[in-house]
T-cell receptor, first 116, second 111 residues
Framework: EPEVTQTPSHQVTQMGQEVILRCVPI?????FYWYRQILGQKVEFLVS????????KSEIFDDQFSVERPDGSNFTLKIRSTKLEDSAMYFC??????????????FGPGTRLTVT | RKEVEQDPGPFNVPEGATVAFNCTYS??????FFWYRQDCRKEPKLLMS???SGNEDGRFTAQLNRASQYISLLIRDSKLSDSATYLC????????????FGQGTTLQVKP
C-alpha cells in the first residue's frame, strides 16, 4: 500500500537554527499539506500546497515558515529561525481529491521537532 | 467557540461494550466530515467519512445531523485494539482540503 514518508523521525535543534523537514507524498497525489501537533494538543493545519503554490495557510504559518516541492517527489517544510514554541510533531499529508468533496488525506508518520 | 468540539474523555469501557462519541462543529457551512483514529504518538488515520444519510463500516457507525451541527461515532462490540484517540474532523468551505480537527476523545477498552 502506498504511503507518505517523512524524514527525520526526530530532529533536535537549538533555538534560532533553521530546520528542514522532508516528506515524500504518495506518488500520484496532487495536494500536499503540513499539520502540526503540540504534545497534548489537537492537530493544527499549517499549509496546503497545490500546483506548485500555497493554496491556503494558517495564522501559525508566518514568515518563518516556507514550503517547497523542489523535485517533483519531495515536499519540504522549512522553519528559518526556530523558537521553543515550534517544538511539536509535524505531519505531512497528501491527497488526490479525485472526486469533488472526496477528501482522503493520508498522513505520514511525523517528524518530532524538539527546540532547545 | 471552538470550531470542532469533542468530549476528551477518557472513556473506559469493557471489551464487548458499545460506546458512542459525539462532536459538534461551529460553522454551519461545513462541507465534509470525518472520523480519524490516532494511536499514541502516531499519525492520524482516516477511519471513515461521515455522510448525511449515515454510514456503517463493520462495527462502526457514523451519523451526521446538519441541523444540529452534530456528528457521532458508534462503536459496537469494542475490542482491545479499538483503544485510541478518535478525532472528529471537518472541512469548512474552502476548496483547499484544509482539515479542522477536534481535540479528540480517548477510548480505553479493558479486558
Amino acid at each position: 500500500e502506498p504511503e507518505v514518508t517523512q524524514t527525520p523521525s526526530h530532529q533536535v535543534t537549538q533555538m534560532g537554527q533553521e530546520v528542514i523537514l522532508r516528506c515524500v507524498p504518495i506518488s500520484n497525489h496532487l495536494y500536499f499539506y503540513w499539520y502540526r501537533q503540540i504534545l497534548g494538543q489537537k492537530v493544527e493545519f499549517l499549509v496546503s500546497f497545490y500546483n506548485n503554490e500555497i493554496s491556503e495557510k494558517s495564522e501559525i504559518f508566518d514568515d518563518q515558515f516556507s514550503v517547497e516541492r523542489p523535485d517533483g517527489s519531495n515536499f519540504t517544510l522549512k522553519i528559518r529561525s526556530t523558537k521553543l514554541e515550534d517544538s511539536a510533531m509535524y505531519f505531512c499529508a497528501s491527497d488526490s481529491i479525485e472526486l469533488a468533496g472526496s477528501y482522503e488525506q493520508y498522513f505520514g508518520p511525523g517528524t518530532r521537532l524538539t527546540v532547545t | 467557540r471552538k470550531e470542532v468540539e469533542q468530549d476528551p474523555g477518557p472513556f473506559n469501557v469493557p471489551e464487548g461494550a458499545t460506546v458512542a462519541f459525539n462532536c459538534t462543529y461551529s460553522n454551519s457551512a461545513s462541507q465534509s466530515f470525518f472520523w480519524y483514529r490516532q494511536d499514541c504518538r502516531k499519525e492520524p488515520k482516516l477511519l471513515m467519512s461521515v455522510y448525511s444519510s449515515g454510514n456503517e463500516d463493520g462495527r462502526f457507525t457514523a451519523q451526521l445531523n446538519r441541523a444540529s451541527q452534530y456528528i457521532s461515532l458508534l462503536i459496537r462490540d469494542s475490542k482491545l485494539s479499538d483503544s485510541a484517540t478518535y478525532l472528529c474532523v471537518v472541512i469548512q468551505t474552502s476548496n483547499t482540503g484544509k482539515l479542522i480537527f477536534g481535540q479528540g476523545t480517548t477510548l480505553q477498552v479493558k479486558p
